[in-house]
């Protein structure tokens, strides 16, 4: 039996959500090894108390979940403390970043192990190879390096979520009151972060999914959900659902059996999805599912432009039009359509990348015409392309390059970069990022979103009388007055912080 310490480093300013990553994990070696949870969420000084427990419970296994962004200069600066001050320890990676990027993670020289993909399998088994019981050849989903070699085993498919042990909500209480993770969001005053399934069966080009389910995607049985969120809103009070799958509209029979089962509680809740999918749900389905408390979906609707659509591989049955009529359609049903646009994507040349950014501006100005509650979220574009496919080709023969040393992915220009704040991509000029943002200040000013609970009605009728002539006349240059105001009343936009 070792001494494990799960750790997952900090990933928002506010509003810690359930760090379901490692309850996943957990839940994969609860009763076979010891283990503590640090989240840095939580703490002032996260590495106080890892140490803490180093000191006090000898501890071997450092486990740590690392997604882009922030949370990657947390478990750096981290990880390598321990290497330093506890050379002995065997220090693992799981999650997004160290699995699209692992032979960056594995040169630092700080990260023994990676954890490709589900670590459900993977982590107990390692475990057993630490004790000497496994070789390391013999487990599915790592890498690892052997010789200055990285040697990256066979994947695993998705794991049946049915069969899986359920999450050790329990012992998470025993290290962070569960109260703390339930934070008020414009769904509940105790929102629940839930995750239900794995992958997604598109291949966007462009996403960090695809690179690790391939296309793939498994979810948990309606009953399933239904019997977790219950377990957390019966024990520790959580009144609203976050859902954060990648894709949770994937089954229409799972939504309509989860709304069958979820419609009697009274919760309001939130999931991600693609137009082309709930577009071909029955109207009675949506129907349901607003009865049943999804207020609001998140959908990537990315450009109106159906050309750069192909090249996202999109899927091929989402176009602009659909894009459009969609936000139409879901308004008579009373859902908030979430819609996220990614602006900034290479083209021929300078004039057409420019003239895809004006397009897309006046596109979502039509969205807001059609279906005013649409919630737009813009993106500058950030390359996460798989690898073969047309759109990496195309960003190759740009010169653009990722960082070669992981410390510079904490570089504040490339955490802007994860962030799809600022990218350093060669096409994209300076000038349209300002329009960009611009264009964001002012829609944002117009239609302030519902998420930022803390702006009163009075402030966003304010704001959006100031912003209205703006919006209006398609001036959108240098708007100081409006990001003063967000700035005082510190505007929370969406897309930082994700939901
Ligand atoms: C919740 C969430 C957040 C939360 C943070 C939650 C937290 N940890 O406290 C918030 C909203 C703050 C957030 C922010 C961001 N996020 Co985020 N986030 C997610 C989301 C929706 C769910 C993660 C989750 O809990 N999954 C559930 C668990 C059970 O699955 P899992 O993490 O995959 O874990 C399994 C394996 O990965 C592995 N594993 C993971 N960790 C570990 C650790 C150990 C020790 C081991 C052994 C194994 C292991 O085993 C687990 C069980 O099988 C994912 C998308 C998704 N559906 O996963 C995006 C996702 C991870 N985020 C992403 C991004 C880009 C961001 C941002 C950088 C950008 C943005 N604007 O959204 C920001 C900034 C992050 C930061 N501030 O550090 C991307 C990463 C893409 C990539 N290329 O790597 C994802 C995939 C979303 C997407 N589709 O683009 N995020
Ligand atoms: S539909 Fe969404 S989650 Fe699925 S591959 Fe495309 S961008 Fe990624």
């Known amino acids: 039996m070792l001494n494990v310490l799960l750790f997952n480093p900090r990933s928002a300013r506010n509003k810690p959500r359930l760090p379901n990553s490692i309850l996943q994990i957990a839940a994969g070696i609860e009763g076979k090894h010891n283990y503590f949870i640090v989240d840095g969420n939580l703490e002032k000084d996260p590495f106080e108390k890892i140490k803490y427990y180093f000191d006090q419970d000898n501890i071997s296994v450092f486990g740590c979940s690392v997604m882009p962004g922030p949370q990657l200069r947390e478990a750096i600066y981290v990880s390598k403390k321990i290497k330093a001050f506890y050379p002995e ?53 790592i890498i690892y390096k052997t010789n200055k070699q990285v040697i990256k085993n066979s994947k695993d498919g998705i794991y049946d979520l049915n069969q899986l042990p359920t999450f050790p909500y329990e012992t998470l209480n025993t290290f962070y009151p569960i109260e703390n993770y339930l934070g008020n969001t414009c769904l509940g005053s105790k929102t629940i972060a839930y995750h239900s399934s794995f992958g997604c069966p598109f291949t966007c080009s462009f996403c960090g999914i695809v690179p690790i389910y391939n296309g793939r995607w498994k979810g948990r049985s309606a009953q399933g959900i239904y019997n977790d969120l219950m377990e957390i809103k019966n024990k520790y009070g959580g009144n609203a659902i976050e ?104 083209g021929e040349n300078e004039a057409a990348v420019n003239k895809q950014i004006d397009e897309d501006v006046e596109f979502i100005k039509k969205i807001k015409k059609v279906n005013s509650a649409t919630e737009v979220i813009i993106y500058v574009y950030s390359p996460v392309p798989t690898k073969g496919s047309a759109l990496y080709e195309q960003i190759e023969q740009s010169g653009f390059q990722f960082p070669a040393k992981l410390e510079d992915w904490i570089s504040p220009l490339w955490e802007n970069f994860d962030l799809r704040k600022n990218p350093l991509t060669p096409w994209l000029k300076p000038y349209m990022i300002d329009k960009i943002k611009n264009f964001e200040t002012v829609l944002n000013g117009y239609y302030p979103t519902v ?37 005082v009343w510190k505007y929370r936009q969406p897309e930082t912080e994700g939901f």
């Open 243 to 346: 859902f954060h799958d990648n894709n949770f509209f994937v089954s229409e029979k799972r939504v309509v059996e989860f709304c069958n089962l979820i419609k009697s509680e009274k919760m309001v809740w939130w999931g991600e999805a693609r137009i082309d999918t709930v577009d071909k749900f029955k109207d009675e389905s949506l129907r349901l599912m607003r009865e049943a408390g999804c207020k609001m979906i998140f959908f990537g609707a990315e450009t109106g432009n159906d050309n750069v659509l192909k090249q996202m591989d999109k899927g091929g049955t989402q176009t602009g039009e659909q894009i459009l009529k969609f936000a139409e359609r879901i308004a008579k049903f009373d859902i908030i359509p979430e819609y996220s646009f990614v602006l900034g994507l290479p």
């Open 89 to 141: 320890t065997k220090i693992v990676w799981g999650g997004y970043f160290p699995s699209n990027q692992p032979e960056v993670t594995l040169h630092s020289d700080f990260v023994d192990v990676i954890i490709n993909g589900m670590g459900d399998v993977a982590f107990p088994k390692l475990l057993d190879a630490f004790e000497g019981s496994l070789q390391l050849e013999n487990i599915p989903n």
């Open 451 to 487: 998420s930022d609970v803390r702006l009163t009605v009075n402030k966003k009728r304010f704001i959006k009388l100031y912003s209205a002539p703006r919006y209006f006349l398609g001036f959108h240059k240098l708007p100081l007055g409006i990001k003063l105001l967000q700035k």
